[in-house]
């Protein structure tokens, strides 16, 4: 494939060349990695198990991280300080029943392990730890245990990753229509865990929304409800324990989620605005009507400019005139500047007399604030774009650029000030802190609600001439997360906190909330077999 003018955007946007190149390291050295501590009465206890482990270097490293911009180049520079001693594979419930029963007896330290997309550094082994660290990798409890089409339900195992479990559901007619950015790699158990959210959230709901029945093992013993109903009320739900927990009480084995027939028709749309206010008005109009598609997102400026600089060589003349035409079409004809204008994907799902309809109700909505159709394609690759940007940013490193994303949701009255603030306190920080180039601070919002939107923050920047562009880029982060926090956004909308923000949860959800979930920890942990160390 072409890019033929991303080499262009790179040098515009970061000062970059792309004949200045790093290297990485090519391949792991094993003499690099800190030795596997682990007593033989363990193994011999594993092995009377009948459960699967491995004690490789490899093995270990691959589970010692997630994908933080820290982690990555820590795996292309350096060496983690302590990683797992071994790595465990259950096939099914009763091997994991087995192994935290093991881990208790032997006082073993286990971190869950499941598709390793983790962006909050939850998946870290606390360099303090000193008893033997237990990768309890999930991925081969992979399999949909049943389907239940009268009630719409699925019972499935907690490792499958999304994209086989949607995979399998499709051979049955069946979707759950959960799509996270990383759903190429991350597993069901991972959302339960995170409280993950997805791309088409509008239609199927947040993962809090599909879950009907968890099964999880924890140091106690096992946690799961009497039965698998859509609602009960039996004091506090025991799954708003569980959703959320980040590995710190246990190992989420089974899930019983919703699914729906897979839809007849999709079809993609994209709307052009002439700025990102007008933009952000229709989106909070269209979700006041409650009409909004399986997915809306609105993309300012600079991350339509990125998205454009990604864009394929046409294959025909006649393609690239059309392309031309509509660009003299939006820019002098009606008069969008080009440097300001913004875009906005969507993608509707259902019957296709529905979605035709539903089509129309939302354009109308956009033409009210200005907004142009701009067709189908545009639409498409903007939404595609998504499961693109993880690989830019590690390509990126190649070339003396790093770059990270972060979320966060907020009220609909704050979102521009939101948007603004934390972008130029992102701009302010660079320049404060040594950056010689002006960075990429770009921003889009994600998934709306009735009372606020998810809304989505990448921040690169050439780091060349910077002699710890990692600390740098942590500094800045930090600065970017007081000020959404400042101007009322959340601490997460979906990647949960980990080890990379539990700062600041005692302001999140107060000394007391602090202290509740701190509570259920000793209770469930007392002896901290689960200590990863995320959330508290």
């Known amino acids: 494939m072409v890019l033929p ?3 262009e955007w790179m040098e515009k946007t970061f000062g970059a060349s792309l004949d200045h190149k790093t290297t990485s390291r090519a391949t792991l050295n094993v003499n690099d990695v800190p030795p ?11 092995r009377a198990a009948k459960i699967s482990y491995s004690q490789d270097a490899e093995d270990r490293v691959f589970r010692a991280h997630g994908h933080c911009l820290h982690e990555i180049f820590i795996l292309r520079e350096g060496m983690f300080k302590r990683v797992p001693d071994i790595v465990v594979w259950p096939v099914c419930h009763e091997d994991v029943v087995k192994i935290v029963e093991l881990a208790c007896k032997h006082n073993l330290c286990i971190i869950p392990f ?3 997309t983790s962006v909050s550094s939850a998946l870290e082994c606390p360099e303090e730890e000193k008893r033997t660290i237990v990768s309890l990798d999930t991925s081969q409890m992979n399999r949909i245990l049943w389907i239940d089409e009268k009630n719409l339900t699925a019972c499935v195992e907690a490792g499958i990753v999304g994209q086989d479990l949607e995979n399998q559901l ?11 950015d990383s759903m190429e790699f991350s597993s069901l158990g991972g959302w339960v865990a995170t409280r993950a959210s997805g791309m088409k959230k509008t239609i199927y709901g947040n993962i809090e929304d599909m879950v ?3 099964k999880m093992v924890t140091p106690r013993g096992i946690v799961e409800k009497n039965c698998q109903v859509p609602r009960m009320s039996t004091g506090p739900d025991i799954h708003h324990f569980i959703m959320g927990s980040e590995g710190t009480l246990g190992v989420v084995t089974e899930v019983t989620i919703k699914i729906r027939p897979v839809p007849e028709y999709q079809k993609y749309g994209s709307v052009v605005f002439p700025n990102f206010e007008r933009g952000v008005a229709c989106l909070r109009e269209v979700a006041k009507q409650r009409c909004a598609p399986a997915s809306i997102r609105l993309v300012d400026n600079a991350q339509f400019q990125f998205g454009h600089a990604l864009k394929p060589q046409v294959a025909s003349i006649f393609t690239s005139f059309l392309d031309g035409l509509k660009k003299f079409y939006i820019t002098k004809f009606k008069g969008f500047d080009p440097n300001i204008l913004c875009v906005a994907t969507l993608l509707f799902e259902g019957d296709r007399e529905k979605v035709l309809q539903h089509e129309k109700q939302v354009y109308d909505i956009a033409t009210k604030f200005g907004g142009l159709a701009a067709g189908e394609d545009n639409g498409q690759r903007g939404y595609m774009l998504t499961f693109v940007i993880a690989y830019l940013r590690d390509l990126g490193l190649d070339y003396y650029v790093i770059g990270e994303s972060f979320e966060t949701s907020v009220p609909w009255d704050r979102v521009l000030d939101l948007c603004r603030n934390v972008k130029e306190r992102i701009v302010r920080e660079c320049k404060e802190k040594g950056v010689q180039f002006a960075p990429l601070s770009t921003c889009r919002v994600t998934q709306t609600y009735d009372a606020g939107a998810c809304v989505y923050f990448y921040f690169a920047f050439n780091y060349r001439g910077i002699s710890d562009p990692i600390h740098v880029y942590e500094q800045i982060e930090r600065a970017a997360r007081e000020e959404i926090l400042a101007n009322g956004g959340s601490l997460s909308h979906h990647h949960g906190v980990g080890k990379l923000r539990k700062r600041w949860m005692k302001e ?3 000394d007391v909330g602090l ?3 701190r509570s259920v920890k000793e209770y469930v942990d007392p002896n901290n077999i689960f200590g990863n160390k995320n959330l508290l």
Do not use: N, R, Y
């Not at 596997?36 to 009465?41: I, N, Q």
């Open 5 to 7: 003018t991303f080499k």
């Open 36 to 46: 596997s501590l682990v007593k033989e009465e363990f193994l011999q206890d594993l």
């Open 114 to 116: 499941g598709g390793g």
């Open 170 to 180: 499709a051979e049955s007619g069946f979707c759950t229509g959960h799509e996270p």
């Open 212 to 214: 009907i029945h968890i």
């Open 508 to 510: 999140s959800i107060s």
């Open 515 to 517: 202290g509740m979930l």
